[in-house]
């Protein structure tokens, strides 16, 4: 079993910056890698970002590219999502997920944490 329990979600101004965090917990929490997914009112949950197991290799969504970045401390159990430049439309509660591999179907779910960007 793993536990993944998202932070760092709140209000922000247009422009501004957010730091997420995913803490992961279960014994095999090494073995996977973490995706953040993000889901807006009416809208498909998206996937966004991903990080492999040895946070060697990272991917982004077009819409958070260049403006996100995912990084990992597996000493700390860890999986953080840095947010500039934030706009409107990146309004949504984000997940944090875990898959045995990026881009395969994850096995484990957060409970997701509130993000809004709004003037």
């Known amino acids: 079993q793993l536990q993944l329990v998202e932070s760092g979600g709140g209000l922000v101004q247009p422009g501004g910056s957010l730091r997420l965090s995913c803490a992961v917990s279960?014994?095999?929490?090494?073995?996977?890698?973490i995706g953040w997914f993000r889901q807006a009112p009416g809208k498909e949950r998206e996937r966004i970002s991903c990080?492999?197991?040895?946070?060697?290799?990272?991917n982004y969504a077009d819409s958070v590219k260049g403006r996100f970045t995912i990084s990992r401390d597996n000493a700390k159990k860890t999986v953080y999502l840095q947010m500039n430049n934030l706009k409107p439309e990146d309004t949504a509660v984000y997940y944090c997920?875990?898959?045995?591999?990026?881009?395969?179907?994850?096995?484990?779910w957060g409970q997701g944490t509130q993000v809004t960007v709004s003037s």
């Open positions: 997920a875990a898959p045995s591999l990026c881009g395969l179907r994850p096995d484990y």
């Open positions: 279960g014994f095999t929490s090494d073995y996977y890698a």
């Open positions: 990080i492999n197991r040895r946070g060697s290799s990272t």
